[in-house]
């Protein structure tokens, strides 16, 4: 028997990211407060519940160079939880990039606090290459702690040589798999996975356009059966393994783009009991901004003015209140998308309430070769022979006649402003 173990959990905290939103006043992200506030509100939870563990499993920063002010406000969140008494610990993620002899990365970094003379139970565990590592918590429980970074394929197979690529990802993945059975066998005390890596069968979102090259996968029956629980980072997706209810992905601790558009987004909580199984694993949902795409498509062929059309659908829209959107029109004839008033639509959205327009798509027919009827067309002059081209391809009288003015300019060798 041992003391029950509270643990928060949290993943791919993605700070600094700047997709959207543009920069603020100071030169960091706009997003960025986002993000923080969301990490702040597990913080402010685990020492709340008086937690014993709290669990980053991966990606902390954007970039494995992130700038000093974002650093700064990430190690104050973690100073909060080592003078509460909690122990932190945190696995490598593919964001945080490698460490070795050459070069540190983020976690090098933060392992300097593992040495320090910390509050009571107060400590942090850094896991930047597999291992593990045994902890006593505040209230006098052991845990072993079993830290899976992020896996390289170089680093599963240093001597892979000239092997064909199937047999590369095939080869990566048992080592994968031999390397967390090594770490996870059974002892007296309880242990808890922290991972940064790909199970199959786990939804996947926006991380599949932010990671290059093979992943190695694993599947949730290659978790040991000897692990309390399994606290997986990587996907942002959060939710339980299919099949598997003691492992769970976090999830990224807010939305990274529209790829994650409806997804809820948390943080976890869990309990170990004093026999040292998982009792609860809880997520937490928290308030996130939303990503919002907005479509207009089907407008009639007589339809005088598609952009007052669009602006009552937005305006009698779903709220756009601090959102991120994205609108897309469809138009019906090429005479709708060269009338289309965009200032006055991104007007709208901004009035609406929307926070951000990450994008307005616009799709419509070709105007057609409209000039094949024309006459002697190989024999008229270059002037006349562009007028004619130009009225066919562009249904706005004032463009055209911007366009062809531009084009004899041109002709002439004249520079164009």
């Known amino acids: ?87 932190v610990a945190i696995a490598r993620g593919n964001h945080e990039g490698d460490s070795d002899i050459f070069r540190a990365n983020v976690l090098d970094t933060i392992s300097l606090l593992e040495t320090a003379d910390l509050p009571a139970g107060g400590q942090v565990v850094t896991f930047n290459h597999p291992r593990r590592e045994l ?23 240093p001597a892979m040589g000239d092997m064909p690529y199937d047999e590369v990802c095939a080869a990566a993945d048992a080592a994968l798999r031999s390397r967390i059975a090594d770490l996870c066998k059974p002892t007296d005390h309880p242990q808890i996975l922290i991972a940064h890596l790909a199970v199959a069968g786990a939804d996947q979102g926006s991380e599949r356009w932010m990671t290059l090259g093979y992943e ?42 529209f790829g994650e558009e409806g997804q809820d987004k948390m943080f976890w909580t869990f309990e170990i009991d004093g026999d040292g199984a998982l009792a609860t694993a809880t997520p937490h949902i928290i308030p996130d901004r939303p990503f919002t ?32 959107v994205r609108l897309g029109v469809r138009f019906t004839t090429a005479e709708q998308a060269a009338a289309f008033d965009e200032p006055r639509v991104r007007a709208a959205l901004l009035g609406a309430g929307a926070w951000w ?61």
């Open 1 to 87: 028997m041992t003391a029950t173990i509270r643990g928060v959990a949290v993943a791919d905290l993605h700070l600094g990211i700047d997709n959207v939103g543009g920069l603020d006043e100071s030169g960091s992200p706009r997003r960025l407060k986002d993000f923080l506030d969301n990490f702040e509100r597990a913080v402010a939870h685990a020492i709340e519940i008086e937690a014993h563990l709290f669990i980053i499993a991966g990606d902390i920063f954007k970039h494995r160079n992130p700038p000093q002010r974002t650093l700064y406000l990430f190690l104050y969140q973690l100073r909060q939880l080592v003078e509460a008494g909690i122990t």
């Open 135 to 157: 902890v006593r918590l505040r209230n006098g429980a052991d845990v072993d702690l079993i830290g899976i970074p992020w896996p390289r394929v170089r680093n599963l197979l």
């Open 216 to 257: 190695p996968t694993i599947t949730p029956r290659d978790i040991p059966t000897a692990v309390a629980v399994a606290v997986c980072g990587h996907y942002h997706h959060g939710g339980f393994l299919i099949g598997h209810p003691v492992a769970f992905y976090c999830g990224s601790i807010a939305r990274i783009d």
């Open 293 to 324: 795409t907005i479509g207009f498509t089907d407008f009639a062929a007589d339809v005088g003015d598609v952009t007052d059309a669009v602006i009552a659908g937005i305006e009698s829209g779903p709220s756009l209140e601090g959102a991120v």
């Open 357 to 417: 327009i990450a994008g307005l798509l616009r799709e419509a027919p070709d105007a057609g070769r409209r000039w094949e009827n024309i006459e002697n067309v190989e024999a008229m002059e270059a002037p006349d022979a562009l007028w004619w081209f130009l009225v066919a391809k562009e249904p706005d009288e004032t463009r055209c006649r911007r366009l062809w003015t531009a084009g004899l300019e041109l002709m002439a060798g004249r520079p164009v402003d």
